[in-house]
Every structure is written in structure tokens, then in C-alpha cells.
């Protein structure tokens, strides 16, 4: 088994670098038969790895701990369930599924864009292949996942933080939201070497993007959930560096996704947009970086490996091999197009880049610091959630102002009187809400009364959208439901979008409305004892033990109430790993939907006689951050929709500019 | 047993990758930089009216603002159409 899954990744990497050399002989001399043949070898490197990871699941289900991989990773305890989720559990797999899922994603996209890339961009075939080819390079030679050694009885088991059903789907999500991005940036580095810098990489890369960011951004909201109810410190976010090093490529992503908005209905940006997709996806490097080498100590990352030079030097090239593409394409991205006026809706659009790559770099310099002070005058630094809050505040509150702002200004040119006009019903609505909140004493973190004001006011101004967009395709012959649906099914980027605005709003009011307005308390129960926290009361009644295929349940049991009112038994307390010899915590949520506020129980301590220390964190509004992540869903989903009227538009441009033109 | 499986891998992949060359070539679709832009240029024009139209109509956008693009707009559109029907006849 160990023979095979070795053998088949010495083919992987021997069918990339095939793919690598003969795809940039092929887009330099024009050779269609060898660019295609160069595709091939990257589709067949793609069928391989899976077989490859194919294999390593069957040891980790066969329980074959002869390979040093399996034996570190799992034990016979482990449930089914957790024994396939232990492939991403550790370095080799991971970085095993990481070229899975590269591989998979180069070939689909090779393959749905096939004429686009053997007729323009034959160069994405190279360039997905070499950036593939390095990521089999690492597992063939520096980090294998088929090291094999004496069989032991059994294995030391997986890390218990993972055996989480949350932590079974946020690592695939995350990867392919990771990995999605080095397809838009293939394509953009194609179109700057192929010296084809129109419009056409841009249509190519943005299902792409959207993709990528949707699952990157679902892939941040799972880890914050498990952090939330697995790590049990009552809080779901806590700006750790593997942590930003998810948000910062999506906040980049955001901006490129905004920013080709522009490119397409202007012909504007379009240097910036190159930059844009390189830094982003440097930006996911990065972030691969931090979490494999071992130079910073998160729970999320992995130990101290030999890869952390590897990844450098592989960002090195693609940060260099970027730049110096974009800078000798220079002459062929300018335009003649210019920004007509600070009032429009691209200048909005170049507001909202130049806010989010700002507090992306705001972010990358507080990951970045403590390393350089480490490696430069050997001090160690930490950069704190008070850094990131600050800046937070900062770069969100006007974001979440140009939100609601964009979409009542018109593309060009737009007059000041005509903003007024426009904002009047959503900006008297934020202020109704503004002096209510205030009234109701929502003053006490003035930053949180500004972001509800302003959520209140790009609320309204998305319902006033749908509302007048929905008015004007209504005729007679047709039900308000059918010019709804007809209006999203004729503008699915547009409306997506403000769907996706909508998810953005239910987090911000979730974000502020858990860590501003919040309560948290401890105390020492005995049982029958009673606590009480903004207006929740929790008696302890007693302690049970049981014991679990791959950990024993240790549980308090809280019997809880709302102001009298009985809300039932909660169990809150920990499990104890017994093969991993780990302890985690186990809280207690009751969640009130109709508020969507959670009161959250954390047994910090048991003590032996029968006592507990219980922590108890009303956390209001929390669940908005959940139900934004569904938001969040639907209207990626209608805004990648494919658009036959858009799709029709562009096959009939391919013909027209395939057609013989007569001299 | 596994040399047997990853042989007939290996064979299966070298398989696929030369099978371009088992087949007869597919012509190049030419492809003229300057077209292209002209025809963007045309379609960005055209959808620039389009959403211009759909903006007044819903009230997104004032009277005033309306008539102070619609010309401009009208003008380009116009132009861009003439530029790319110029190449193509």
C-alpha cells in the first residue's frame, strides 16, 4: 500500500513537470496538439492523486499503522467518521488534500475553459501545472505521507481539538477556498505572458473568484462556530494569525471581486485588478505558510516542519514571477479611461478597494510584526485583538457606510442632490433606529450605536432596491412575484450581490451586538446552588460520567431559566481523551431564535467534591453571525448562477471576432 | 501486486497524454486583439445604457442625473456599434 501510494505520487509529480515544460513550449511556439497533450497530463495528475489519497484512506480505515502517518494520526478507537477526517489531520495529508484539490480544481477549470485557453491563454496550462507541480514536489521529497515504520499496536491517535464534526468540513472548505484563488490568478498571469490583457481573463475568473471566496468565506464562519462551541471561551473570533490568515485573501477576494466590476462596465483598474488577484493569492500562501512552518504557536497550526523554507521561496517566485509579468505588460493594461467623478458608483467601488486592502495589510503587518521582531532583534512581540478591534472600527464602519452608499449612486456621474434624494428614506430610517437604540440605552459603546445605525441605514437602502427594482419590471401581465423573479434571474450579479450586502449586515449586527453588548460571569456552585446572569439563572443539580468509544463525558447539569421562566437542562463540562491523554471543553448552549441571542455554559473546573466552577456568557444577537452565513450562501449562489443571456452575448463576441473580416 | 496496479497507472496516464497526438489537429481560431476591444467597447456601451434605462425606471436615479447621461451614453453607443460594424463589413 505504502509501495503504491508512494509510486503514484512519483508519477503525480513526473506528469506536472511534463505538464509544466511542455505547456510553456507550447503557448511559446504556438503548438495547439502539445498544449492539449501538456492539459492532459494535468488531468491525469489530478486522477492520480486522488488514487494516492484514495490509498491513504484505506490505511487510515484498514487502522495500517505501519505508515508513520496513520500511527500519529489515528487510533483504533476513533470513530469512523473522525478515521476519514484524519487524510487533512496533520501535515502530509493535509498538503496531500491541498494537491487534490489544486490538481482537481486546474483541471476542471483547464476543461471548462478549453477553448478560451488553446485559442488566448494557452499560458494558465503551465502556470497551473508548475504552481500543482510544487505542491507534489513537497509530499514526494520533503513531507510523505507514505513514511512507513514497525507497525505499533496501535496509533497515538488524532488531536482532539479536531474531533469536532465542525472541524470534518471547515479544512476541505478552507482549502478550496484557498486553492480557488490560484485559478483566477493562472488566468490573470496567462493573459499578462499571452499579452491578451481584454476583458476575456476577467469573464473566465469570475465564477472562479466567486467560488473560491463563497467557500472561503463559509470556511471562516465554520471555524468560528467550532471555535464557538468547541474551544468554549465563550467567543468565536480571537484574531489569531491562522485565523487572519483566512480573512486576509478574503478580504482581498472581496476586493477583486468589486474592483472587475469596474474593469467590465468601465475599462478601468485594470493594472490594479492584476495586482489585486496576485496579492491575494500571495496573501493564501502566506497563510499556508504561517500555519505549516511552525514559526507561530496557534492551535490551529500545525508543528514545527522543515517546509516553512519551501513555501518561502515558492512565494518568493510567485511574488517576483508577478510583478515582473505586470510590470513589462504595463504599457498594455493602461487605459484611456478615467474616473469622472468622486460621486459615482466606481468611485464608490474604488472606496471600498482601497478600505478593504488596507485593513487586509492593516492585518498582514499585526501577523507579520511579532515574526520580524522575532527574527530581527530577537524580541518577542505579540500584536493583540486591541490592534485589530481598533483598526476594525477603523476600515469596517465606512465600509458598511458605502454599502448601502454604492447602490444608490449612478456609474459616471452622480449629483450630490440626486445622493441626498436617493438616501432620504434609508438615511431617516438609520436615524429612527439610531435615536431608538440610543433611547434604549444602546449608547454604551458608541461604536456599536454607529455600526446599528449604519447596518439600519444599508439595510433599508438593499430592501429599497429590490422594492423599485421589483416596481419597474412589473406590468400588467405579470404577478409582483414573477417581476421579482424575473428581475433576479435578469440581474443576478447585481441582486446577488445585494444579498450578499444583506449577509454582511446580519454579521456586522451579530459581530457588535455579542462582543459589545455581551455579559460574562464565574462563580463557584455546589449543587443546588444558583447564578445569574442578564436575567438567566442556572442551578446546578449534579455531575454524571460516561464513557464514549474515544472519550469519556464528564457533564454538569444546569437546570436553566429566563426571568422565572423554565428553559429546561443544559449539560455543560469536558471530555477526556483518553488515548490522546487531552482534555476539552464540552459547553451548553440554549439558544433563543426568536432573539437570537445564546446564554453559553462553560464548566471551567470540577472540583472532587462535586462543586463547579461555571462560567455563564449571554452572548445577544450572536446567532445573526450563523444566519448570515446561510445569507452569505444564497446569494453567492444566485450571483454564480450561469446567465444564458450573458452566456449568449459572449459566445456570440467569440464568433464575431472568430469571423474572417474581408479587407 | 501493487508494481502491477502502478504500471497499469502509469500506462493509463502516458495513455491519456498522448492521445492530442492520435488525433488530427484542430485549426487555430484567429484571434484579433483591436476586434476585441472594439466589441467590447460595444457591449460595455450597450449595457451601460441598459442599466442606465433600468436605474430611471425603478428611481435609482433622478431625472436630472438620467438626462445628463443618457446623451453621452446614447453617443458612445452609437459610435462603439458604427466602430465594430466598420471592422466587421
Known amino acids: 500500500m505504502a509501495l503504491f501510494g508512494r509510486a503514484v505520487l512519483v508519477l503525480v509529480l513526473a506528469l506536472l513537470a511534463y505538464s509544466t515544460l511542455a505547456g510553456t513550449y507550447a503557448a511559446l511556439r504556438g503548438r495547439r496538439r502539445l498544449l492539449a497533450s501538456a492539459r492532459n497530463a494535468l488531468v491525469a495528475s489530478f486522477a492520480c492523486t486522488a488514487l494516492a489519497a484514495g490509498t491513504l484512506v484505506v490505511a487510515f480505515v484498514r487502522d495500517d499503522f505501519s505508515l508513520t502517518y496513520v500511527a500519529t494520526h489515528s487510533s483504533r478507537q476513533l470513530p469512523l467518521s473522525y478515521t476519514l477526517a484524519a487524510l487533512w489531520s496533520g501535515q502530509e495529508g493535509s498538503l496531500l488534500l491541498w494537491l487534490l484539490v489544486l490538481s482537481g480544481m486546474s483541471a476542471a477549470a483547464l476543461i471548462l475553459n478549453r477553448r478560451l485557453v488553446a485559442d488566448v491563454l494557452p499560458w494558465t496550462v503551465p502556470i497551473l501545472a508548475g504552481m500543482a507541480g510544487y505542491f507534489a514536489f513537497i509530499p514526494n521529497v520533503v513531507a510523505s505521507p507514505f513514511a512507513t515504520q514497525v507497525a505499533p499496536a496501535n496509533g497515538i491517535g488524532m488531536n482532539a481539538s479536531l474531533q469536532n464534526p465542525y472541524m470534518m468540513i471547515h479544512p476541505p472548505l478552507l482549502y478550496l477556498g484557498y486553492v480557488g484563488l490560484a485559478v483566477p490568478f493562472a488566468f490573470a498571469m496567462a493573459a499578462l505572458a499571452s499579452g491578451r490583457v481584454d476583458e476575456r481573463w476577467v469573464v473566465a475568473s469570475r465564477r472562479w473568484t466567486l467560488f473560491a471566496w463563497t467557500l472561503l468565506g463559509v470556511a471562516i464562519l465554520v471555524g468560528a462556530k467550532w471555535a464557538y462551541e468547541s474551544i468554549g471561551w465563550g467567543g468565536y473570533y480571537a484574531w489569531d494569525p491562522v485565523e487572519n490568515a483566512a480573512l486576509m485573501p478574503w478580504l482581498g477576494a472581496t476586493a477583486f471581486l468589486h474592483s472587475v466590476m469596474v474593469q467590465e462596465r468601465k475599462n478601468m483598474l485594470r493594472v490594479w485588478n492584476v495586482v489585486l488577484i496576485a496579492l491575494t ?383 | 501486486m501493487s508494481l502491477l496496479l502502478v504500471f497499469v497507472t502509469a500506462l493509463a496516464a502516458i495513455g491519456f497524454v498522448v492521445l492530442p497526438f492520435l488525433r488530427p489537429p484542430v485549426a487555430a481560431v484567429p484571434d484579433d486583439p483591436a476586434r476585441v476591444a472594439l466589441l467590447e467597447e460595444r457591449d460595455r456601451a450597450v449595457a451601460a445604457l441598459k442599466e442606465l434605462e433600468l436605474d430611471h425606471r425603478s428611481g435609482a436615479i433622478s431625472d436630472g442625473d438620467y438626462r445628463a447621461l443618457v446623451g453621452r451614453l446614447r453617443r458612445e453607443a452609437t459610435q462603439a456599434l458604427r466602430a465594430s460594424s466598420r471592422t466587421a463589413t
Request: charged share 15%; no cysteine.
Open chain 1, 281 to 663: 493569492f500571495s496573501l493564501t500562501l502566506f497563510g499556508t505558510f504561517l500555519t505549516r512552518s511552525g514559526v507561530i504557536n496557534s492551535i490551529h497550526s500545525f508543528s514545527q516542519s522543515s517546509i516553512g523554507g519551501w513555501f518561502l521561496a515558492f512565494i518568493a517566485v510567485v511574488a517576483i514571477g508577478s510583478s515582473v509579468l505586470i510590470l513589462s505588460r504595463l504599457r498594455l493594461l493602461r487605459t484611456q479611461a478615467k474616473l469622472e467623478s468622486l460621486v459615482s458608483r466606481e468611485a464608490a467601488f474604488l472606496y471600498n478597494n482601497l478600505l478593504l486592502v488596507a485593513f487586509a495589510l492593516t492585518m498582514l503587518w499585526g501577523v507579520a510584526f511579532p515574526l520580524l521582531s522575532q527574527a530581527v532583534r530577537g524580541v518577542p512581540v505579540t500584536v493583540g485583538p486591541p490592534y485589530y478591534n481598533f483598526f476594525l472600527k477603523i476600515f469596517g464602519l465606512p465600509l458598511l457606510l458605502l454599502m448601502g452608499i454604492g447602490p444608490l449612486l449612478a456609474w459616471r456621474r452622480a449629483s450630490f442632490r440626486s445622493l441626498v434624494r436617493a438616501a432620504r428614506w434609508p438615511g431617516a430610517f438609520a436615524l429612527l433606529v439610531g435615536g431608538m437604540l440610543l433611547f434604549s440605552g444602546a449608547g454604551s459603546s458608541p461604536p456599536g450605536l454607529v455600526a446599528y445605525t449604519f447596518s439600519a441605514f444599508v439595510m433599508s437602502a438593499i430592501v429599497l432596491e429590490f422594492v423599485r427594482g421589483t416596481r419597474a419590471r412589473k406590468d400588467d401581465s405579470m404577478s409582483w412575484l414573477g417581476a421579482f423573479s424575473s428581475l433576479l434571474a435578469r440581474n443576478r450579479r447585481r441582486y446577488g450581490g445585494y444579498i450578499s450586502h444583506a449577509a454582511v449586515v446580519l454579521l456586522a449586527i451579530g459581530v457588535v451586538g455579542s462582543s459589545a453588548y455581551g455579559t460574562t460571569a464565574t462563580k463557584h456552585l455546589h449543587a443546588g446552588q444558583t447564578m445569574s446572569v442578564g436575567g438567566y439563572s442556572a442551578t446546578y443539580i449534579s455531575t454524571t460520567l460516561r464513557h464514549e468509544a474515544n472519550h469519556d463525558a464528564l457533564r454538569g447539569q444546569f437546570a436553566l431559566s429566563y426571568r422565572g421562566k423554565d428553559l429546561g437542562i443544559v449539560a455543560a463540562g469536558k471530555n477526556h481523551y483518553n488515548v490522546e491523554q487531552f482534555f476539552s471543553n464540552a459547553v451548553g448552549i440554549h439558544t433563543d431564535w426568536l432573539r437570537a441571542e445564546d446564554v453559553m455554559l462553560i464548566g471551567d473546573q470540577f472540583d472532587k467534591d462535586g462543586s463547579v466552577f461555571l462560567q455563564i456568557a449571554v452572548n445577544p444577537l450572536i446567532d445573526l453571525i450563523w444566519i448570515a452565513g446561510g445569507v452569505f450562501l444564497l446569494g453567492s449562489l444566485v450571483a454564480m448562477w450561469p446567465d444564458a443571456r450573458e452566456e449568449r452575448k459572449l459566445a456570440r463576441r467569440s464568433l464575431e471576432v472568430a469571423a474572417p473580416v474581408p479587407a
